[in-house]
Nanobody, 117 residues
Framework: QVQLVESGGGSVQAGGSLRLSCAAS????????MGWFRQSTGKEREWVAV????????DYPDSVKGRFIISQDNDKKKVYLRMNSLKPEDTAMYYC??????????WGQGTQVTVSS
């Protein structure tokens, strides 16, 4: 069983930056992709970044493209989400997830990000 633990959330003013971390309890040999999601009060969960662990390719929705960067450690046990030019609408609980091409199997407990105007 893989456990994911997020950290790095906090409060920041609009325009600021944060870096979230997601640590896996063990090497995720059966994982092909790592993702970051977010959910704010009253809204559905939203995907914000994905990294394909084999080739390091990444993708983002338009809402964060050019501002967020997902990356991983060489040992593939830690994934990061660098968030720049933060906006109040980025306020949410952020979750990391790990899985293969069909679904995400493992989820973290989340870390809160609050952006004030």
């Amino acid at each position: 069983q893989v456990q994911l633990v997020e950290s790095g959330g906090g409060s920041v003013q609009a325009g600021g930056s944060l870096r979230l971390s997601c640590a896996a309890s063990t090497y995720t040999y059966n994982v092909d992709r790592m993702g970051w999601f977010r959910q704010s009060t009253g809204k559905e969960r939203e995907w914000v970044a994905v990294l394909y662990t084999g080739g390091d390719s990444t993708d983002y929705p338009d809402s964060v493209k050019g501002r967020f960067i997902i990356s991983q450690d060489n040992d593939k046990k830690k994934v990061y989400l660098r968030m720049n030019s933060l906006k109040p609408e980025d306020t949410a609980m952020y979750y990391c997830a790990a899985g293969d091409s069909t679904q995400y199997y493992y989820w973290g407990q989340g870390t809160q990000v609050t952006v004030s105007s």
